[in-house]
DNA sequence: CACGACATGATACGGGTGTACCACGAGAGG
DNA sequence: CCTCTCGTGGTACACCCGTATCATGTCGTG
C-alpha cells in the first residue's frame, strides 16, 4: 500500500457532491468542474475515481437507488409492528412523495435523471437495479395480502391497482416538484385514495 | 410592405423544427445550431426570428401547449354525442397516454420542458397558459357531473378524484416514456380504474 | 537509501454553445 | 434616382465542456 486515501470514500464524496447539484440545479448544470469544486476537489481528481463522466453519473444513481431503498426500509419498519399490509402501503407510497427535504431531494434529484434514460435509453440498461419493477412487485403482494384479510375489494386487480398507485404518486410527486402544489396537498390526495381503496366493500 | 416574407408561417416552422429535436433527441440537444439546421434555414435567421434562444424556447412550449388541446378537444369531440361525463374523462384522460405516435411525440416533447422548468422555474411564469390546472377543474367538473346523475358514488372527493386521475395518467405516461411498459398496458390500467371509478355503488 | 506505484496538480486541446457584428441584395417611398 | 429599411448570409467572439497529457509530490517496500 502507498498514500492510499479511502477510495471509496473520497468516490463518496464526489459521487453525493454531484447529486447535491443535480438536486439544486439540475442534471445539465453537474459539469465536471462544478462537481469537482461542489466536492472541493481538483477536477483531475474527478477524473482519477471515475474515468468518464458517465461512470460517475452512474455510480451517483447507484448510490441515489440505495439512498432511496434506505430510506423506505426505515419508513416501513416505523409503520409499526406487527406490520398491516395498510401501514405498508401507506408508507412506501407517502415516503416517496416529497413532503419533507430529504424525499424532495431524493424525488428531484431522480427526476433529474428521468430526462437522461429519456434522451439516451441505454444508461438505464448498464443501471442493473431496476427499482420501480421491484417496488410494483412489492406492492402487488401487499396488496393481494390486504384482499385475503379482506380489508380491500377482492374484485380488484392487484396487479393493476399497485401500477395505478404507483403511477398516481409518482405523477403528484412531479406536480410538487412542478410547483404546482405542496407536498401535504399531495399527501392529502394520496390518503384519500388510500381510504377508498382500504374500504370493506 | 417589402419584401414580406410570413412572419408567422417561419417562426412556425423554426419552433416546430425544435419540437422535433426535443422530442427525438431532447431539449439538451436542440440548439440554435440544430434548429437552424432542422428547420433548413440558416442560424442567423433563428435568431432574427427569435432574438434569443428562450424566446424561441417559450414559443415553441405555447405552441406545443395549443397541440396538446387540439388534440384534447379533438378526442372529446370524438367521444360521442350526446357527450357522457365517463366518455369526456375517458377521452381527456387517454389521448394524453402516450399510445399512439403523435401522443407519444406530445408526451415525450412535455417531458423534455418539465426538466427545464424544474432547473428553472421562472420559465413557467414567463409561459402563461397552465394547462393542468385547467384541465384538472376541467376533470373535477365532470366528476361532479357523474356523481349528480349516479353514476360516481357521491362519497368521493371530486378535487381529489380528479387530482389523482390526472396524476395516475401523468405517471403511467412517464412510465411508458422510460421503457418500463407499453402504451396499451397503461391504457389498461387506467381503464381498470375507471371501471371501478364509474360503478353504481 | 533508492525505486516505483499511487495520488494529485496544472494546463492544453478540440469542439460545441449562445450571441454579436458586418455586409449585401431587393424592393418601397421620397 | 436615391435612400432606407427589411430579410438574409457569413463569420467572429468569448466561454464552457469532457478528456488527455505532462509533471510532481509522497509514501511503502526492497
Given amino acids: 500500500m502507498s498514500v492510499q486515501v479511502d477510495h471509496e470514500e473520497r468516490r463518496r464524496q464526489i459521487a453525493e457532491a454531484l ?8 442534471l445539465q448544470a453537474a459539469s465536471m468542474r462544478a462537481v469537482a ?5 481538483s477536477l483531475r481528481l474527478v477524473q482519477y475515481y471515475f ?5 460517475l453519473l452512474l455510480d451517483a444513481l447507484a448510490r441515489l437507488g440505495a ?16 406490520p398491516t399490509p395498510r401501514g405498508i402501503v401507506t408508507a ?21 435523471y428521468y430526462t437522461l434514460v429519456l434522451s439516451d435509453p441505454e444508461v438505464l440498461e448498464k443501471h442493473g437495479a431496476r427499482l420501480p ?13 390486504a384482499q385475503e384479510v379482506r380489508q380491500i375489494d377482492s374484485g380488484k386487480n392487484p396487479e393493476m391497482t399497485a401500477a395505478g398507485l404507483l403511477a398516481m404518486v409518482n405523477g403528484l410527486g412531479s406536480s410538487v416538484l412542478g410547483g404546482q402544489r405542496t407536498g401535504d396537498a399531495a399527501l392529502a390526495i394520496l390518503t384519500h385514495h388510500l381510504d377508498e381503496l382500504f374500504r370493506s366493500p
Fill in 51 to 55: 474515468t468518464t463522466k458517465e461512470g
Fill in 19 to 26: 447529486l447535491r447539484i443535480a438536486d439544486t440545479q439540475g
Fill in 133 to 145: 419493477e421491484l417496488l410494483e412487485g412489492f406492492l402487488t403482494k401487499q396488496i393481494r395480502a
Fill in 67 to 82: 439512498q432511496l431503498q434506505a430510506r423506505m426500509e426505515q419508513w416501513i419498519s416505523a409503520a409499526g409492528s406487527p
Fill in 37 to 41: 469544486a461542489e466536492a472541493g476537489v
Fill in 92 to 112: 412506501v407510497l407517502s415516503c416517496i412523495l416529497p413532503t419533507d427535504p430529504e424525499s424532495r431531494r431524493i424525488t428531484r434529484t431522480y427526476a433529474a
